[in-house]
């Protein structure tokens, strides 16, 4: 008998942006905490990239930075924003549209 082998679609990269002012605490946090969430969640289909806005303030206009820390998902299309340090889970995997709010 055989069996059918269902094809699965290439995992997507998921591209973050996270926006943060110097080496502050909630940008260490945030960056930790984004870190973790990722190798949990995406593992091997992610890139992050940290933009200090100390450094590069133009940036955040691209992205209507208000506050910070932020992350940004560029991809997978549509474009999400969190801000805060992401230390609740639950409230990442909704933002990032990783599970439907309850």
Known sequence: MKTK?????????W??????????????????NLK??????LKGRYRITVIDLM????LAKSDQILAIPTVVRKLPKPV?????????????LVGLDLRAAV
């Open 55 to 58: 450094k590069q303030p133009h």
């Open 80 to 92: 999400r924003t969190i801000i805060g340090t992401l230390s609740d889970t639950g409230h990442l």
């Open 5 to 13: 082998t269902l094809k699965r679609p290439p995992a997507k990269l």
């Open 36 to 41: 973790k969430f990722c190798e949990t969640h």
């Open 15 to 32: 591209q973050l942006r996270l926006y943060v002012m110097d080496q502050t605490a909630k940008s260490v946090i945030a960056l930790a």
